[in-house]
T-cell receptor
Framework: GNSVTQMEGPVTLSEEAFLTINCTYT??????LFWYVQYPGEGLQLLLK?????DKGSNKGFEATYRKETTSFHLEKGSVQVSDSAVYFC????????????FGRGTSLIVHP | EAGVAQSPRYKIIEKRQSVAFWCNPI?????LYWYQQILGQGPKLLIQ????????DSQLPKDRFSAERLKGVDSTLKIQPAKLEDSAVYLC??????????????FGPGTRLTVL
């Protein structure tokens, strides 16, 4: 079956530090890949997505590249802010027939001033 | 544009009682999802509807959970009877009419269920 593996959290950084949150996946077919973010007290919302190999999704300074050869979709940001503190979920949705969205367990990011 | 609405936001019940959650998706969204999110874990899909029909319910514990989506709009998720391990946040999401894997899901605020 499909699965998503994310790095364990929490990830604790100082403001303006570089961020990487690792995500790898297992899927049949040709999945679309997503990063969702959940800010404190809010619901999940889409951060970025990529729908085919070598696509780069980007939003709010965050980026992730769909790497089919390494089955990865790592999230990066060059300079984090305190307001980026949240839980980040990597997810996939596999194409071809019916599909089931699959989420990783989430990685908590804490950014200190 | 109004977002996905869910009610109630919080519910506390005793084990073996019944509970129902309601979801109203974004207008025009054909696909509706119910997830269970246990503390410290990612959302787990329980059931997915496309209009009135069920696309997938393979992870729905059908002996106690049921869901329906009448007229392809609102949806209700019911647990009867509840167990302690059902304590979780129940999330509803909807996506645009295409029904493809590339669709972005829009999530409601969730219902936090505590079973005592």
């Amino acid at each position: 079956g499909n699965s998503v593996t994310q790095m364990e959290g929490p990830v604790t950084l100082s403001e303006e530090a570089f961020l990487t949150i690792n995500c790898t996946y297992t899927a049949t077919g040709y999945p679309s890949l997503f990063w969702y973010v959940q800010y404190p007290g809010e619901g999940l919302q889409l951060l970025l997505k990529a729908t085919k190999a070598d696509d780069k999704g980007s939003n709010k300074g965050f980026e992730a590249t769909y790497r089919k050869e390494t089955t990865s979709f790592h999230l990066e940001k060059g300079s984090v802010q305190v307001s980026d503190s949240a839980v980040y979920f990597c997810a996939l949705s596999a194409s071809g027939g019916s599909y089931i969205p699959t989420f990783g367990r989430g990685t908590s990011l804490i950014v200190h001033p | 544009e109004a977002g996905v609405a869910q009610s109630p936001r919080y519910k506390i019940i005793e084990k073996r009682q019944s509970v129902a959650f309601w979801c109203n998706p974004i207008s025009g969204h054909a696909t509706l999802y119910w997830y269970q999110q246990i503390l410290g874990q990612g959302p787990k899909l329980l059931i997915q509807f496309q209009n009135n029909g069920v696309v997938d319910d393979s992870q729905l514990p059908k002996d106690r959970f049921s869901a329906e989506r009448l007229k392809g709009v609102d949806s209700t998720l019911k647990i009867q009877p509840a167990k302690l391990e059902d304590s979780a946040v129940y999330l509803c999401a909807s996506s645009s009419p295409s029904g493809f894997s590339t669709d972005t899901q829009y999530f409601g605020p969730g219902t936090r269920l505590t079973v005592l």
